[in-house]
């Protein structure tokens, strides 16, 4: 069992950026890729950003590629996702999970509880 814990989130105007933190609970973390979903209100569960298990691989939605960057620490069992020039769209509750490579939550064995991005106009 691997327990995620996001922060980073909160309110910020277009344009500018915030940095999410997803943080295990174990060391076994380090044998997982890591994905970051969002999700508003009213819509599916959206792939962002996903990290091979050694940080080797990374890959985006359309959506974000050019703004976000997913990056690993895994001495520190902390993933992290830089999203600069945020816009209104990027506002929803964002959600770490640990599993498979791969764009679907069905990937995912585990996920975080999610933090909260808003994006003012």
């Known amino acids: 069992q691997v327990q995620l814990v996001e922060s980073g989130g909160g309110l910020v105007q277009a344009g500018g950026s915030l940095r999410l933190s997803c943080t295990a609970s174990?060391?076994?973390?380090?044998?997982?890729?890591i994905g970051w979903f969002r999700q508003a209100p009213g819509k599916e569960r959206e792939f962002v950003a996903a990290?091979?298990?050694?940080?080797?691989?990374?890959y985006y939605s359309d959506s974000v590629k050019g703004r976000f960057t997913i990056s690993r620490d895994n001495p520190k069992n902390t993933v992290y996702l830089q999203m600069n020039t945020l816009k209104p769209e990027d506002t929803a509750v964002y959600y770490c999970a640990a599993g498979q490579y791969g764009s679907s939550p069905r990937d995912y064995n585990y996920w975080g509880q999610g933090t909260q991005v808003t994006v003012s106009s």
């Open positions: 990290i091979t298990w050694n940080g080797g691989l990374a």
């Open positions: 174990r060391r076994t973390f380090t044998t997982y890729a």
